[in-house]
């Protein structure tokens, strides 16, 4: 069954880990400085890349109704980090995605203009993408945007050496300061590990996490069985409201909802 036939795809349910992780993120989001790194990890599945676009639609409508913006603003930007085929991290596809949520036009087609707008960036023009770095750190100055959301994070650390890992992380940290944005990291566990390596980043990033429910821990427990109301017969309930079968909440389901 793919997904598209598969009811329960598509299907989301608030609970209280999603919930928790979204405040902290949130909090964590509204009192960082500038430049700051956030990182956000969990299990795969858990349901990180929902949390991330319900921050990205709240904090966007919150950011547009203070009237500071300009209409052309996105005060948050949500790209993917692309997992590498067979060689190493792709970073022109990386700058490519990314300026196509900021919805800038042919990415595909920078050139380097003398009038970049940093020192530190033209310095770098040789490195591969230079063109389409330049492009996203004057676009995410354009647009206005203060927070950059990349998930699947942990994808700029795959087959890669540990000393391409830490350089790869100092130029988001340049990213984060050059743009003045904060930036939220998500991914798996081998986030942490990517993080670790470098000593003043782990002392001054924030991190949230977003865990799975466990089986011996009670307040897991209450929780799975409250996600659709208030016991387990009506978590029950909210699942089968979403198969496209015809069903009565009467006693021939008492079996199921018992």
């Known amino acids: 069954m793919t997904h598209h036939e598969n009811p329960f795809f598509n299907l989301i349910i608030n609970h209280t880990n999603l919930q928790r992780a979204l405040q902290q993120l949130?909090?964590?989001?509204?009192?960082?400085p500038k430049g700051s790194v956030i990182f956000l990890y969990g299990p795969?599945?858990?349901?990180?890349?929902?949390l991330l676009k319900h921050f990205e639609r709240k904090f966007t409508q919150k950011a547009h109704a203070s009237g500071k913006l300009t209409p052309d603003a996105i005060p948050v930007a949500l790209v993917e980090a692309p997992a590498p085929n067979s060689g190493p991290f792709?970073?022109?596809?990386?700058?490519r995605r990314a300026l196509i949520s900021l919805y800038e036009p042919l990415p595909d087609k920078k050139l380097v203009l003398s009038r970049a707008f940093t020192q530190q960036t033209l310095d770098n023009v040789r490195t591969p993408g230079h063109e389409l770095r330049i492009a996203l750190e004057s676009t995410i100055l354009h647009r206005q945007v203060e927070v950059f959301l990349i998930d699947e994070a942990h994808h700029f650390a795959l087959r890669v050496s540990p000393k391409d890992i830490?350089?790869?992380?100092?130029?988001?940290?340049?990213?984060?300061?050059?743009?003045?944005?904060?930036?939220?990291?998500?991914?798996?566990y081998n986030l942490m590990a990517f993080r670790n390596l470098s000593g003043q980043l782990s002392r001054r990033s924030c991190d949230v996490h977003l865990p799975r429910y466990r089986a011996d821990i009670p307040e897991g427990l209450r929780a799975v069985r409250q996600l659709g109301g208030d016991d387990r017969r009506q978590t029950a309930a909210t699942l089968l409201v979403a198969r496209p079968v015809p069903w009565t909440q009467d006693k021939s389901h008492a079996a199921i909802l018992s």
């Open 166 to 188: 830490q350089a790869q992380l100092e130029y988001l940290k340049s990213l984060a300061n050059l743009t003045e944005t904060v930036l939220v990291l998500a991914g798996t």
């Open 26 to 32: 949130t909090y964590a989001v509204e009192h960082a």
């Open 90 to 95: 792709s970073w022109k596809e990386f700058y």
């Open 44 to 50: 795969s599945g858990v349901g990180k890349t929902q």
